[in-house]
Structures are given as C-alpha cells and as structure tokens.
C-alpha cells in the first residue's frame, strides 16, 4: 500500500551537514504524518522528527531541535530530513515512517517503514 525509500546517509564530519530524502509511494500518502527515527548500534529505537500531512505542524527531539529541519513535498512524495551541527552522537541508522500516529513520537503508532540509511558522524 505505502512503499518508503531512504537516501542520503553517508560519513561527515562533526559540525557538517546532511540532507536525508524518503521517497514515498501510495495514494494516501498525502494526508499521512511522516515522522524519521533513529537507532544507534547497541541502542533502541529513538524519535528524531516528525511533520503532519499539511507540513504546518512539525515536532522534533531534544537532542535536535535548533540544528534539524523535517520537511515535505507532497507534490514530490517526498519528506526531508536536513541536519546540521552534526555530532558524533548523531550516528545511526536512521528510517523514516508513516501513518496516522495519535503520538508522533512512538515509533508502535506507525504503520509503514522505510529500509534505513546509514549516517556515521566522525569525531
């Protein structure tokens, strides 16, 4: 029903920068929330950011708030995930999802999940 695509991952040094693309295909798409996480090795699953299907609403974890920015296309399918001050606790894989979640930040209210792109963040 909904197919999701990471790209963008790789390796970057602290302070840079990446920006993180998810192609999405399905005709619901449009009114979904889509919402990215995160999982470091050794480490849960963790919220990272997340924006309602109009893009007016948009939430963010502690630890990125001020150096991340979700965004979305949605005549393109497309949600963005720019991050910048990049800090070696920033790496991971990171997925994005969505769906309709009641709590954006929980990764159990999602329904449909991307494969995952690696960013490794150097010290």
């Known amino acids: 029903q909904v197919q999701l695509v990471e790209s963008g991952g790789g390796l970057v040094q602290a302070g840079g920068s990446l920006r993180l693309s998810c192609a999405a295909s399905?005709?619901?798409?449009?009114?979904?929330?889509m919402g990215w996480f995160r999982q470091a090795p050794g480490k849960e699953r963790e919220f990272v950011a997340a924006?309602?299907?109009?893009?007016?609403?948009?939430y963010y974890a502690d630890s990125v708030k001020g150096r991340f920015v979700i965004s979305r296309d949605n005549a393109k399918n497309t949600v963005y995930l720019q991050m910048n001050s990049l800090k070696p606790e920033d790496t991971a894989v990171y997925y994005c999802?969505?769906?309709?979640?009641?709590?954006?930040?929980?990764?159990?209210?999602?329904?449909?999940w991307g494969q995952g792109t690696q960013v490794t963040v150097s010290s």
């Open positions: 999802a969505t769906g309709r979640p009641v709590r954006v930040r929980y990764e159990a209210e999602y329904d449909y």
């Open positions: 924006i309602i299907w109009s893009g007016d609403l948009t």
């Open positions: 399905g005709r619901t798409f449009r009114y979904y929330t």
